[in-house]
Structure formats: C-alpha cells, structure tokens
C-alpha cells in the first residue's frame, strides 16, 4: 500500500523546536520529490520546504528560510522537517506530498512555490502544529 505518515506535530512556545517526519512506505522514496506543505484555518496551503529526487537540492519559502531545514533518510525512507525558533504564525497542519515528476520538471523550488498547480501523486494525513504561549 502506498502512502505517506506524518508525525511529530504539537503544542510548541514561541521559540521551541519541533522535528516532523514523514515515513514513505509502498514506494522507493527516492525516485520521488518530496515536500512539506502548511495549511492555516482561513488561509491557502503554501509550500515550506521541498527536497528535489532528481539532484537533492531543497528549497524552503522564505518565511521560514534560516529556521527550517528538510532532509531525507534514504535508509530509513522518512523525510524530516526540522523546525527551530517557532512563531505563532507557523501555526498550521502540516502535511508531506509525494511526485514522481513534479521534482524532475520544475525542481525543489518549483515544487514548494507553484504547489497550487499541481496534483501530486500522494499525500500524508497531515499533523498539526500549534506555537503557542
């Protein structure tokens, strides 16, 4: 089965750190282009951090750039969004996406600024993150 799980999400201060991972299973999750995407109550989902399969660039959003980090473990098939100095405003659920062709065509950047355009193959169930004091 295919699918993408999230986990990690919680109650953070303005400030703290939270790591979120996302465990691929059912797929090579290196032949796939990965993302983390966030949606707040009210707002459109925007990318944060995508991680290209084609050349391993990443590119994160620039309200979250110096803060957040994506990695990959290719041994454990999990993506990883490290998050540090967290602010209400990254209040949101945060979801991982999936594609095979979106990362080869349009690249990290691509992936995470233009997600709106695309469909991608999977998604995970989303974990929430609250920053809150």
């Known amino acids: 089965q295919l699918q993408l799980v999230e986990s990690g999400g919680g109650l953070v201060h303005p400030g703290g750190s939270l790591r979120l991972s996302c465990v691929v299973s059912?797929?090579?999750?290196?032949?796939?282009?990965i993302g983390w995407f966030r949606q707040a109550p009210g707002k459109e989902r925007e990318g944060v951090s995508c991680?290209?399969?084609?050349?391993?660039?990443?590119y994160s959003a620039d309200s979250v750039r110096g803060r957040f980090t994506i990695s990959r473990d290719s041994a454990k098939s999990t993506v990883y969004l490290q998050m540090n100095s967290l602010k209400p405003e990254d209040t949101a659920v945060y979801y991982c996406?999936?594609?095979?062709?979106?990362?080869?065509?349009?690249?990290?950047?691509?992936?995470?600024?233009?997600?709106?355009?695309?469909?991608?193959?999977?998604w995970g169930q989303g974990t929430q993150v609250t920053v809150s004091s």
């Open positions: 059912g797929f090579t999750s290196d032949d796939y282009s």
């Open positions: 991680i290209s399969s084609s050349d391993g660039s990443t």
């Open positions: 996406a999936a594609d095979y062709w979106v990362g080869h065509a349009v690249g990290a950047q691509g992936m995470c600024v233009n997600s709106l355009k695309y469909e991608f193959d999977f």
